[in-house]
């Protein structure tokens, strides 16, 4: 097993036990991203849909310092402590994925870091 921490200043640093992502061979797991302003490591101004896009720019950098980009996600999910932001996630994600898109899981949760609405975290499988 090819086992390489990926790690980026152009997304948040960790703030905890964990690597930014880890690639095993061609896959690369991702952290659960918030959103996190890289250069402060304060969460982002704005609405809700700021903080969506904030997260998937988070996610992008990750996945470009692996090698990849966002068409390379296979699996993502999205952890909301308000579910009506649905609509929102699935609006703005087509800003950043084309068909065909990739698995995905929408989970309601009461809480998350940083008192934030949303975090995702993807998996990727990059090219040989």
Same mark, same amino acid.
């Given at each position: 097993?090819?086992?390489?921490?990926?790690?980026?200043?152009?997304?948040?640093?960790?703030?905890?036990?964990?690597?930014?992502?880890?690639?095993?061979?061609?896959?690369?797991?991702?952290?659960?991203?918030?959103?996190?302003?890289?250069?402060?490591?304060?969460?982002?101004?704005?609405?809700? $849909? #700021?903080?969506?896009?904030? =997260?998937?720019?988070?996610?992008? +950098? &990750?996945?470009?310092? /692996?090698?990849?980009?966002?068409?390379?996600?296979?699996?993502?999910?999205?952890?909301?402590?308000?579910?009506?932001?649905?609509?929102?996630?699935?609006?703005?994600?087509?800003?950043?994925?084309?068909?065909?898109?990739?698995?995905?899981?929408?989970?309601?949760? $009461? #809480?998350?870091?940083?008192? =934030?609405?949303?975090?995702?975290? +993807? &998996?990727?499988?990059? /090219?040989?």
């Amino acid at each position: 097993m090819n086992r390489t921490i990926i790690n980026t200043s152009n997304a948040p640093q960790a703030i905890g036990t964990y690597s930014q992502a880890v690639k095993v061979d061609n896959t690369v797991y991702i952290s659960g991203q918030i959103p996190l302003i890289p250069e402060t490591m304060t969460v982002c101004e704005g609405d809700m $849909a #700021a903080h969506i896009r904030q =997260v998937f720019e988070n996610l992008k +950098a &990750i996945a470009q310092a /692996a090698g990849g980009d966002l068409s390379d996600v296979v699996r993502l999910t999205v952890y909301l402590t308000d579910l009506s932001h649905f609509a929102l996630v699935n609006q703005i994600m087509a800003d950043y994925f084309q068909p065909p898109y990739p698995a995905r899981a929408a989970l309601g949760v $009461a #809480a998350l870091p940083k008192g =934030v609405g949303v975090e995702m975290d +993807a &998996i990727l499988v990059l /090219a040989d």
